[in-house]
T-cell receptor
Framework: GAVVSQHPSWVICKSGTSVKIECRSL??????MFWYRQFPKQSLMLMAT?????????EQGVEKDKFLINHASLTLSTLTVTSAHPEDSSFYIC???????????FGQGTRLTVV | KQEVTQIPAALSVPEGENLVLNCSFT??????LQWFRQDPGKGLTSLLL?????REQTSGRLNASLDKSSGRSTLYIAASQPGDSATYLC????????????FGKGTTLSVSS
C-alpha cells in the first residue's frame, strides 16, 4: 500500500507555544488529507478535511484559528497547534487519499503532550 | 448522522481460539467499510477493506464480512495468537466523494499464551 509519513512521532511542548505536525505522502499525490484526533480509549474523531490548494474544512467544534491546516502541495499537509494548552494533549493522526479515492492511508500518528 | 458501534469493547481469549469482532453502523448507505489494527501508542494498520458491493474479504487468518442492508460487519480471526493483541477499529466511508472515515471506538483484544 501507499506510504504516509507523519512527523514528529511525539512532541512535548510548553503551554502557550505552537507545534507543527507534518504529514507527507511518499509515493502518491494526496489530493485530500484528513486530520484526526484520538483521546485515550476513544475513537478517532475527524478534525478537518483539506484539499490541495484549498482552505481546510473544519468539523463542528474544532477551532480553525487554533488548529491551522495547510495543504500547499500534493504531498504535504501540516497541522499547527497554536497557543497549545494541556487539554490539547492528544494523539493526532493524518490520513491521505489520492485522486482515485479508493482508499485512505494513515500516518503513524503524533503524540502531543502540553506541559 | 452515521454512527459506528463496536462490540465487545474488550475481549480476552486464550491462544488458538477463533473469535469474532462485531461492528454495526446506523446508515446502510456506505461506500466501503474498513477494519484496522492499532497497537498502543501507534498509528493504524489497514487489515481489510470491503466495498459496498462485496460480501466479504479474506487475508490470511482474517475474514471480514459485510451485510450492508442490516448495517453489520464482522471480523473473524482464526487461531488467535498473542501477536494479535491490539485494538481493532471498524470504520465506514459514507460515500465516494471526499468524505472521511467514521470510526467506532474499537475492540481491545488480548490473547494469552
Amino acid at each position: 500500500g501507499a506510504v504516509v509519513s507523519q512527523h514528529p512521532s511525539w512532541v512535548i511542548c510548553k503551554s502557550g507555544t505552537s507545534v507543527k505536525i507534518e504529514c507527507r505522502s511518499l509515493d502518491f499525490q494526496a489530493t485530500t488529507m484528513f486530520w484526526y484526533r484520538q483521546f485515550p480509549k476513544q475513537s478517532l474523531m475527524l478534525m478537518a478535511t483539506s484539499n490541495e490548494g484549498s482552505k481546510a474544512t473544519y468539523e463542528q467544534g474544532v477551532e480553525k484559528d487554533k488548529f491551522l491546516i495547510n495543504h500547499a502541495s500534493l504531498t504535504l499537509s501540516t497541522l499547527t497547534v497554536t497557543s497549545a494548552h494541556p487539554e490539547d494533549s492528544s494523539f493526532y493522526i493524518c490520513s491521505a487519499r489520492d485522486r482515485r479515492g479508493t482508499e485512505a492511508f494513515f500516518g503513524q500518528g503524533t503524540r502531543l503532550t502540553v506541559v | 448522522k452515521q454512527e459506528v458501534t463496536q462490540i465487545p469493547a474488550a475481549l480476552s481469549v486464550p491462544e488458538g481460539e477463533n473469535l469474532v469482532l462485531n461492528c454495526s453502523f446506523t446508515d446502510s448507505a456506505i461506500y466501503n467499510l474498513q477494519w484496522f489494527r492499532q497497537d498502543p501508542g501507534k498509528g493504524l494498520t489497514s487489515l481489510l477493506l470491503i466495498q459496498s458491493s462485496q460480501r466479504e474479504q479474506t487475508s490470511g487468518r482474517l475474514n471480514a464480512s459485510l451485510d450492508k442492508s442490516s448495517g453489520r460487519s464482522t471480523l473473524y480471526i482464526a487461531a488467535s495468537q498473542p501477536g494479535d493483541s491490539a485494538t481493532y477499529l471498524c470504520a465506514v466511508r459514507p460515500d465516494q466523494a471526499g468524505t472521511a472515515l467514521i470510526f467506532g471506538k474499537g475492540t481491545t483484544l488480548s490473547v494469552s499464551s
